[in-house]
């Protein structure tokens, strides 16, 4: 089935740091995969998005890659604020317009 | 603000009392879901409207019941509250064809 899996946190920085948040995921057919970030005691946000194999998605100074051939979406900024601590969700939606399926979410916790 | 709202945001329930989650989107997205929250598991979905009219059982949908009003309100209905049903749950919404789902803030419901 389709599944998504996240490394573990909490991921603990100092400000200006590299960040890297890894995601992986098991799906059939070609889905989109995103990254949905949520500040303490909000909703998800969408940060950004990828549909097919070597797109890379960006916001916020935030970057990913889809890899199809590693199954991956690794999450990355070259330099974190402490505004960014957060929890980062990895998801994809198998098909177009689909269901989202979550990864269990990595909390970042960014030190001045 | 255009986005989705949930009510109430905060509930205490005591095991076997019944409660109804509303959630109200103003975006006139056809598609709805409710997902819950749980630490370590990400967001779990409950529940999806494909469209008004339409409701399908997600991947935990056991204890809940849903109903999609009209096209705005998508409600979620606990019928007889269990200690396991202490959790966030988050309503959220997308348009057909537009991957990004909008999520609202959240209700926060712990049952004792």
């Known amino acids: 089935g389709n599944s998504v899996t996240q490394m573990e946190g909490p991921v603990t920085l100092s400000e200006e740091a590299f960040l890297t948040i890894n995601c992986t995921y098991t799906?059939?057919?070609?889905?989109?995969l995103f990254w949905y970030v949520q500040y303490p005691g909000e909703g998800l946000q969408l940060l950004l998005k990828?549909?097919?194999?070597?797109d890379k998605g960006s916001n916020k100074g935030f970057e990913a890659t889809y890899r199809k051939e590693t199954t991956s979406f690794h999450l990355e900024k070259g330099s974190v604020q402490v505004s960014d601590s957060a929890v980062y969700f990895c998801?994809?939606?198998?098909?177009?317009?689909?269901?989202?399926?979550f990864g269990q979410g990595t909390e970042l916790s960014v030190k001045p | 603000n255009a986005g989705v709202t949930q009510t109430p945001k905060f509930q205490v329930l005591k095991t076997g009392q019944s409660m109804t989650l509303q959630c109200a989107q103003d975006?006139?997205?056809?598609?709805m879901y409710w997902y819950r929250q749980d630490p370590g598991m990400g967001l779990r979905l409950i529940y999806y409207?494909?469209?008004?009219?339409?409701?399908d059982k997600g991947e935990v949908p056991n204890g809940y019941n849903v109903s999609r009003l009209n096209k705005r309100e998508f409600s979620l209905r606990l019928e007889s509250a269990a200690p396991s049903q202490t959790s966030v749950y988050f309503c959220?919404?997308?348009?057909?064809?537009?991957?990004?789902?909008?999520f609202g803030s959240g209700t926060r419901l712990t049952v004792v």
């Open positions: 990828a549909t097919k194999a070597d």
């Open positions: 975006m006139n997205h056809n598609s």
């Open positions: 998801a994809l939606s198998p098909n177009q317009g689909g269901k989202l399926i």
């Open positions: 799906a059939t057919g070609y889905p989109s």
């Open positions: 409207s494909a469209s008004e009219g339409t409701t």
């Open positions: 959220a919404s997308r348009e057909s064809g537009n991957y990004g789902y909008t």
